[in-house]
């Protein structure tokens, strides 16, 4: 039985379909991979392999909608479901036969109660009136009564279950937001099956440190799941220190770090860094002349000579970099910066390379929305998936060059939003429109990129603006997105506060703003807070936003 495997274009994806490629071929399954960016690629994807293919593997995209109705299958077609997206859309719960969800079983999902949503349809209208059975008319009269106050009882039953049943979907499909890495699932099964190996592990820490590096999943969720993945480690990377051959050539080994979160530091200069990470660009404001001064005091501070913070980090002095992470954390804390260090995994193989696992992640992601080759978008999404294999370090490298490349495009395009005040307080939601015309705006046309993007601004703008209202609202981000057929790509991203919970509203706003204004909208991505606007119906939309979350 061949399988068909359908893989978003998220990293985190790409992990969970690494790690199920290796499974398929501990156990020759045979497989055909197509990667899909959107619900339209799905759909297209289906209709071209429903006759040659039974089972069909949908990662990270599919639980958030009705997929029997979207996709109208026979009978005889199974889907398996390992989509992080949340919440899961009921009728996949609920149905047995054809769509089975892999699920970590602590993941709350908070599903409403089957009962209160779906019902038998009973016959309503019994035929209970010709009955002639010669009584007398009074007697008729009186059962024919009771009758209609019976029916009536029921419609009114009826009627108040489903507006409860509307209000309890309303309340569980209002927000979105995100379960367990998919990654982390596929590893657990691995594990379960005990065909688990460090490449599979490395993949399910770099699916995790996606969520984290995208901001999908609360600090709280990342440092568990860190911990889960933490005994995994130990268990895989232990080796004897004693034996001669405990580091050969090719070997690989995975080792837990309290590390900087500093972007590509050890690939860059810290200089490079310091400045293209949203963390440290949005504490010490480096888009003002202001925050430039504070830049070099902070380096100042640590006794870090110009000279060796703007040389690549490999060449710096061995002797400065012994106790770096000590140094910067403490200058890092009197600047207002706690939380310098995260947790997370690094992985070495053999004696020159180790990588930390978000500069994996920023390496992948960029090569999967490379803009610079013109082709199909498959090569992409399969050079993407080759830089995750330990053999391709070339494919690697390249993405860690695209990365700092995407990394410097979204600092300077954060610095001009706030210097120009291009972020705009609507009422409810803060809003943000980048022109044509701006320097790397064709990268923005693209989701995660967008994201990013949409993500560092309301940090940097949080940490600028004076108003005390503006710092706890959410932002929508518009870029355009193809010229000539005239549209744009929207995202919302919820508010930038310490306690958030990561939860996005706008999924379900969007839908109700276009169906209200009749907006030409369309809701392609997996994500549903991201959507395409025909560029001319943009104001009546943001009208219809504002006064539908004012």
């Known amino acids: ?5 359908l893989v978003a274009s998220d990293v985190d994806a790409l992990c969970a379909c690494k790690i199920l490629q290796a499974l398929f071929q501990c156990d020759h399954v045979q497989y055909t991979l197509v990667p899909v960016s959107g619900w339209q690629e799905l759909e297209t994807a289906f209709l071209e392999h429903k006759d040659q293919f039974k089972y069909f593997v949908l990662i990270n995209c599919g639980a958030n909608v009705d997929l029997l109705e979207i996709l109208q299958p026979e009978e005889d077609t199974f889907f398996f479901v390992c989509d992080s997206h949340r919440p899961i859309n009921v009728v996949n719960v609920y149905n047995d036969t054809q769509i089975k969800l892999l699920v970590k079983q602590d993941d709350e999902l908070d ?40 029916r009536t009882m029921k419609r009114r039953q009826r009627r108040e279950w489903e507006a409860r049943r509307r209000e309890i979907l309303f309340d569980y499909e209002q927000y979105e937001y995100h379960g367990t890495s998919s990654a982390m699932v596929m590893f657990d099964l691995a594990w379960m099956m005990s ?51 405990s580091l050969s050539i090719d070997c690989m080994r995975i080792a837990f770090e309290y590390d900087l979160r500093l972007a590509l530091y050890q690939h860059w200069s810290l200089y490079e860094s310091l400045c293209n990470t949203s963390y440290t660009s949005a504490n010490l404001k480096l888009w003002s002349v202001q925050g430039q001064k504070r830049l070099q005091e902070f380096l100042a501070d640590m006794g870090l000579p110009l000279k060796q913070v703007k040389q690549k980090f490999n060449s710096m002095d061995m002797s400065l970099k012994e106790n770096l992470r000590e140094m910067i954390e403490e200058s890092a804390s009197k600047f207002g910066m706690k939380d310098l260090r995260v947790q997370t ?25 490379n803009i610079e080759k013109e082709g199909p978008e498959t090569t992409n999404f399969i050079k993407a998936l080759d830089s ?22 979204i600092q300077q395009t954060v610095a001009s939003c706030i210097c120009t005040n291009l972020v705009i307080s609507q009422g409810p939601f803060l809003y943000c429109s980048l022109m044509e015309g701006t320097p790397d705006v064709k990268l923005f046309s693209k989701p995660v990129s967008l994201c990013l993007l949409s993500k560092y601004l309301l940090k940097s703008f949080v940490c600028s603006t ?22 744009v790509i929207m995202v919302g991203i919820p508010p930038e ?20 204004t009749n907006s030409r909208t369309l809701h392609n991505h997996f994500d549903m807070s991201i959507i395409e606007l025909k560029t001319e119906d943009r104001s009546k939309f943001l009208d219809a936003l504002i006064s539908l979350l004012s």
Not at 1 to 5: A, K, N
Not at 214 to 226: E, G, H, L
Request: with cysteine; charged share 35%.
């Open 388 to 409: 995750l294999s330990r053999g391709n370090l070339d494919k690697l490298h390249q993405g860690l060059d695209l990365a700092k490349k995407q990394l410097r495009a």
């Open 1 to 5: 039985q061949r399988v068909l495997l």
């Open 497 to 516: 506060t310490e306690s958030s919970d990561k939860k996005n509203f706008f999924g379900r706003a969007f839908e109700k703003a276009a169906d209200s």
């Open 466 to 487: 004076k108003n005390k209202r503006c710092k706890l609202l959410p932002l929508i981000m518009a870029a355009p997105m193809d010229v000539e057929q005239g549209t």
């Open 111 to 150: 599903v409403p109660a089957y009962d209160d949503i779906f019902r038998d349809e009973e016959d309503e209208e019994e035929d209970s009136e010709n009955e002639s059975d010669g009584s007398e008319p009074s007697e008729k009269r009186r059962r024919f009564e009771e009758d209609i106050i019976e």
């Open 345 to 369: 995994f690094s992985i070495h193989f053999g004696f020159k390379n180790k990588f930390s696992a978000s500069d994996i992640v920023y390496a992948t992601a960029s090569l999967m929305e």
């Open 195 to 245: 065909k688990d190996l460090n490449d599979m592990l490395w993949w399910a820490i770099v699916g995790l440190t996606d969520q984290w590096v995208q901001d999908k999943i609360t600090q709280m969720k990342y440092v568990t799941d860190i911990g889960i993945l933490q005994r995994h480690v130990s268990r895989h990377n232990h080796r004897n220190e004693d034996e001669e051959n």
